[in-house]
């Protein structure tokens, strides 16, 4: 099945700072690849999405690339904010799936103002 | 809207015991799905939901039943509770066809003892 790695575990910035984390995929069948948001004690909430037929997309501070032939995608926050400290996790679907998400480990990242 | 609810919120069990969560979605979504959240293991997936009267596993099953006898709902079934079921529980729903995004409940935290 489908094996989703996520780097780094914990991922501490000053404010301002750019910050990535970065995942890898196994099955070159996968073509959905989304990255949700965890403020603790609450739900995950999706934040941006991408598919394979795209190799980058932006939603103001947020981006996401995928590199398909390396199977890695990355999700990268443009000046940071203290409200952006959170669990950052990502994950991988495939058309055959009926949309189910395999998840990476999580990255808690810490916004120091 | 009230989106995806799940009950209890939290709850705590002896071993042996038994319990049903549940999870309601009021977005007429075709998909549902079931996941745990463990420190540091991201969320797997238990057991998923493609229609009404379908159900089928996941990554972990094991110790769980499930039943979608009507669309918006979801239940998720522990017959004979473990310590290793101390978890927060998370239920999902997509429209599906092809639309995945994921919308997640508020979770469930149930602590076996």
């Known amino acids: 099945g489908e094996n989703v790695e996520q780097h780094p575990s914990t991922l501490s910035v000053q404010e301002g700072d750019s910050a990535v984390i970065k995942c890898t995929y196994s099955d070159s069948a996968s073509n959905y690849f989304p990255w949700y948001k965890q403020e603790l004690g609450k739900r995950p909430q999706l934040i941006i999405d991408i598919r394979s037929n795209v190799g980058e997309k932006k939603d103001q501070r947020i981006a996401v690339t995928l590199n398909k032939t390396a199977k890695h995608f990355s999700l990268h926050i443009t000046e940071t904010q203290p409200e952006d400290s959170a669990v950052y996790f990502c994950a991988a679907s495939k058309p055959t799936s009926y949309g189910k998400l395999t998840f990476g480990q999580g990255t808690i990242l810490t916004v120091h103002p | 809207n009230a989106g995806v609810t799940q009950t209890p919120k939290f709850r705590v069990l002896k071993t042996g015991q038994s319990m049903t969560l549940l999870c309601a979605q009021d977005?007429?979504?075709?998909?549902m799905y079931w996941y745990r959240q463990d420190p540091g293991m991201g969320l797997r997936l238990i057991h998923y939901?493609?229609?009404?009267?379908?159900?089928a596993k996941g990554e972990v099953p094991d110790g769980y039943n499930v039943s979608r006898l009507k669309k918006q709902n979801f239940l998720l079934g522990l017959e004979s509770a473990a310590p290793s079921q101390t978890s927060v529980y998370f239920c999902a729903s997509s429209y599906g066809q092809g639309y995945y995004e994921q919308f997640f409940g508020p979770g469930t935290r149930l602590t076996v003892l």
């Open positions: 977005m007429n979504h075709e998909y």
């Open positions: 939901s493609v229609g009404e009267g379908t159900t």
